[in-house]
């Protein structure tokens, strides 16, 4: 970052910090009749998922008709892996209740599992970078999206507390339209101890907090940011906004007390995205 930022500089210390040790992903919610893995469904989450060479794929189940859709490559990728033709209603049994699937379900393992450690060397011969981090987040539709609006926004990656989490699921994986397969999802055991690992590489921890003493444009942060946030009902937890570096609200008109925690990531990783291209030109 080029400056200090102004007001809250809680949670930044002189000496160094003890790197937490090695982490790993817990094991994924299974659909009763999945066997091994959890299954993706819809076109863009399954699409999204063939062409990613990371993503282990055990089976696809899908609709003929569907099936003659899909993208080139993703055509070449199903010589890999065993696939049956199934009819709607068949899939509909499959797969949870309600599941929008579009005529296609593809049963996967979990992505290799990465740490705070593996994106601070990522972005250590860069300028600028951003982070996301939920506080106990819990609605899989809101995380799928936040996923999806990181991506947009060219987020290193999305940092999630193990417990009071969604698991990665077809329905997180829906929700973030194919986004998963890009955009790494970190699950950590100690949020406190993610943010010191970060503060570590350089990173600037932004809350996101709607009593702020200043907002995100007026903070004008630069250089590797990991923007926070919490739950809608509780908001950051205290050991969480105390360990912030600055705490920043977002400008609204006052016609509403707050946004959907998914649209408030949207606006705050777009005003990040926009100031730090605007540096660049």
């Known amino acids: 970052m080029s400056r200090k930022p102004r007001s809250q500089t809680s949670g930044r210390r002189d000496t160094p910090r003890s790197r937490p040790a090695g982490h790993q992903r817990e094991e994924h919610t299974r659909h009763p009749d999945a066997g091994a893995g959890i299954w993706l469904y819809g076109k863009h989450p399954v699409e999204a998922a063939l062409l990613n060479p990371d993503r282990p794929c055990i089976q696809l189940m899908a609709t003929r008709d569907v099936l003659e859709t899909l993208d080139t490559v993703a055509k070449q990728a199903l010589r890999q892996i065993p696939t049956t ?3 709607r209603e068949e899939l509909d049994l499959l797969l949870p209740p309600g599941s929008v699937h579009q005529g296609l379900a593809l049963q996967v ?4 599992a990465i740490g705070p450690e593996d994106v601070v060397s990522k972005a250590r011969n860069m300028d600028s970078a951003t982070v996301l981090i ?6 899989p539709h809101n ?20 417990r009071h989490s969604p698991e990665e699921t077809g329905t997180l994986a829906k929700s973030a339209s194919g986004a998963l ?8 055991s100690n949020l ?9 590489g350089g990173f600037w921890i932004s809350g996101l907090t709607a009593d702020a003493p200043s907002t995100l444009p007026e903070a004008r942060l630069s ?3 990991a923007l926070t946030l919490g739950s809608e009902g509780s908001g950051l937890r205290r050991l969480t906004r105390e360990n912030c570096d600055i ?11 707050s946004l959907n925690v998914s649209n408030a990531a949207a606006v705050a990783l777009y005003e990040l995205f926009r100031t730090q291209t605007a540096r660049t030109v």
């Open 85 to 87: 033709i199934m009819d």
């Open 143 to 162: 995380v799928g999206a936040i996923i999806r609006s990181a991506a947009a926004f060219g987020a290193l990656a999305v940092i999630i507390q193990d």
């Open 192 to 200: 406190v101890r993610a943010m010191s690992v970060l503060k570590d």
């Open 223 to 225: 250089g590797k940011i």
């Open 247 to 257: 705490l920043t609200s977002l400008p609204m008109s006052g016609a509403v007390e």
């Open 134 to 139: 939920l506080d106990q987040v819990t609605d």
């Open 181 to 188: 397969e890009r955009m790494p999802l970190i699950r950590v």
């Open 109 to 112: 393992r979990a992505l290799p």
